[in-house]
């Protein structure tokens, strides 16, 4: 029997914010000066504090989706960090988006989350211009 760690355990907790659409419960996870960042660096998408990542949400996350699933596929950790590959199906569309991510930790909480998607992805949620 295997013993999630208490990284793992977090970065899953995370991800149910992105399924309930939820960011109070994305933010309860996260460090008060967390920074969000979209891969690749080519898109041109800056990096967002926690408030300007609230402020996307509310602006382009809410009104596309009304719950999603996060499945990961696989997840590599050290102390301090975890890497995963997953992917989201979005509901009601039932479109399947996937993605690579970074987690680096201060203690229990999210200080860096580093997001890779595709140029497809990014540009539906906005993360690049149109």
């Not at 995963?84 to 988006?97: A, R």
């Not at 690579?100 to 860096?112: A, H, P, S, T, V």
């Amino acid at each position: 029997m295997s013993t999630e760690s208490p990284q793992l355990r977090t970065v899953r907790e995370f991800l149910k914010g992105f399924d309930r659409v939820d960011f109070d419960l994305i933010s309860a996870h996260t460090t008060e000066d967390v920074i969000y960042e979209v891969l690749p660096s080519s898109l041109g998408s800056k990096p967002y504090t926690k408030e300007e990542f609230r402020t996307h949400w509310d602006t382009y996350v809410v009104p596309k989706t009304e719950r999603s699933k996060n499945t990961i596929i696989d997840s590599i950790e050290v102390p301090g960090k975890v890497f995963i590959n997953g992917y989201f199906v979005e509901q009601p569309s039932g479109k399947k988006h996937e993605y690579n991510c970074r987690f680096d930790f201060e203690g229990d909480k999210i200080k860096l989350f580093k997001m890779f998607l595709d140029v497809e992805t990014a540009k539906e949620y906005r993360y690049v211009d149109q």
